[in-house]
């Protein structure tokens, strides 16, 4: 099962914003996220680009147009 989580840095150690109930030696992933909102910006923008505008959806147009 995979979950996702938000955290923080406190004190050189990583702590969740939920608890959430882990064994002890638990393996887990850590991903750093960039402090700059134009990254979430950008990558947010390049995924709508991608749902948006593509040509699977002109089936829909062409319905709407009858």
């Known amino acids: 099962m995979l979950n996702t989580t938000v955290g923080i840095v406190k004190g050189g150690r990583i702590e969740t914003l939920e608890p ?3 064994p002890e030696g638990k393996r887990v992933l ?3 996220l960039p ?3 134009m990254f ?3 990558a947010s ?3 709508l680009e991608r749902i948006w505008n593509n040509d699977e959806d002109d089936v829909y147009v062409r319905h709407l147009d009858q």
Do not use: R
Request: proline share 7%; aromatic share 6%; glycine share 6%.
């Open 35 to 37: 402090d700059d909102d």
């Open 40 to 42: 979430w910006q950008e």
């Open 20 to 22: 959430i109930p882990l």
């Open 45 to 47: 923008g390049e995924s």
């Open 30 to 32: 850590v991903t750093i």
